[in-house]
């Protein structure tokens, strides 16, 4: 089963930026799909953009505009810069492979982001 280890995460006032990484235990080139995800207090997993093998990208519409994900395939890493940061982007942010539909890979620790107003 395919692991990743995120990092990048920490506190940041509102409409600054941040950029996380997520290491992966095998060669990027061999997964289908990375997918960015999300989880705030209280409430469920999200996906926040997801990049597939093609190249193609799909981002949540919240975070349109403000993150790009990106991938490094000779580093085996997948960022995620994150932009225009909000109060409401604070969670723990978390990589996996997957998209919004389906997960596959195994969850890592994620790493926390902290947005303040």
């Known amino acids: 089963q395919v692991h990743f280890v995120e990092s990048g995460g920490g506190l940041v006032q509102a409409g600054g930026s941040l950029r996380l990484s997520c290491t992966c235990s095998?060669?990027?080139?061999?997964?289908?799909?990375i997918g960015w995800y999300r989880q705030a207090p209280g409430k469920q997993r999200e996906v926040v953009a997801t990049?597939?093998?093609?190249?193609?990208?799909i981002y949540r519409d919240s975070v349109k505009g403000r993150f790009t994900i990106s991938r490094d395939n000779g580093k085996n890493t997948v960022y995620l810069q994150m932009n225009s940061l909000k109060p409401e982007d604070t969670a723990v942010y978390y990589c996996?492979?997957?998209?919004?539909?389906?997960?596959?890979?195994?969850w890592g620790q994620g790493t926390q982001v902290t947005v303040s107003s």
């Open positions: 990049i597939y093998s093609d190249g193609n990208i």
């Open positions: 095998r060669s990027l080139t061999r997964i289908d799909a």
């Open positions: 996996n492979r997957g998209t919004a539909d389906w997960v596959r890979g195994a």
